[in-house]
């Protein structure tokens, strides 16, 4: 099993819409998670933390689930910059930072 | 952004050439990171400084060595590299390996994006 898994999509959307990606990861142990953006042939940025309690930063919200080991991040109203991948981003142990294969987005006009 | 930043940006070498990769953080960070990031797979970590010293080497071949001179600078020196060690190799920094709050990430550099003939 992946230490962390995503669906690699692509996901087509219109301007406007909700769409929501989904992460699981496998060691229980984890304590703190990301998502990252990576556009095109560009290094990974950091988007936001996911907090236990879920967060929310203007269009974006991000929720843990620990006992289903389980991150989601939705995006309302998505605009054309929004396409990118989605990297979810797990810390194991020693600040090891634990990458998925990332979700791509593609949000059309 | 400059905060890290990585030489060359691109780089084609035959499998007899030996290049070196370098990265510079100006962040005042004392972590350094290579990873390696291939089509359509996860980021993979290859080595960690911290300090100056190496605490993680991720079972990387002996072809791929690193060098660590200081907190702000690091290298990859590429020796005999084969064709699949093309990919994109990027270069992160952080406040430190081990300390840090809940929320300390990793900033990354724009990356060197390798092709072997």
């Known amino acids: 099993r992946k230490e962390v898994e995503q669906d690699p999509g692509p996901f087509n959307v219109p301007e406007g819409a909700t769409v929501a990606f989904n992460c699981t990861y496998s060691?229980?142990?984890?304590?703190?998670f990301f998502w990252y953006r990576q556009d095109c042939r560009k290094e990974p940025k950091l988007l936001m933390s996911?907090?236990?309690s879920g967060n929310e930063d203007g269009r974006f919200t991000a929720q843990l689930n620990r006992a289903s080991q389980y991150i989601s991040l939705l995006i309302r109203d998505s605009k054309l910059s929004d396409s990118a991948t989605y990297l979810c981003?797990?810390?194991?142990?020693?600040?090891?930072?634990?990458f998925g294969a990332g979700t791509r987005l593609a949000v059309h006009p | 952004e400059t905060g890290v930043t990585q030489t060359p940006r691109h780089l084609v070498m035959g499998m007899t050439n030996k290049k070196s990769l370098k990265c510079e953080q100006h962040?005042?960070?004392?972590?350094m990171y290579w990873y390696k990031q291939s089509a359509k797979k996860p980021l993979e970590l290859m080595f960690v400084?911290?300090?100056?010293?190496?605490?993680e080497n991720n079972s990387v071949p002996s072809r791929f060595s690193p060098e660590c001179p200081n907190s702000s600078h690091l290298f990859l020196h590429l020796h005999t590299l084969q064709p699949e060690d093309s990919a994109l190799y990027l270069c992160?920094?952080?406040?430190?390996?081990?300390?840090?709050?809940?929320?300390?990430?990793?900033?990354f550099g724009p990356g060197t994006r390798l092709l072997v003939l």
């Open positions: 992160a920094s952080s406040p430190s390996w081990t300390s840090g709050t809940y929320q300390e990430t990793q900033y």
């Open positions: 060691n229980s142990a984890s304590q703190s």
């Open positions: 996911v907090y236990s």
């Open positions: 981003v797990v810390r194991g142990a020693y600040n090891k930072l634990i």
């Open positions: 962040l005042g960070h004392n972590a």
């Open positions: 400084y911290n300090f100056k010293e190496q605490t």
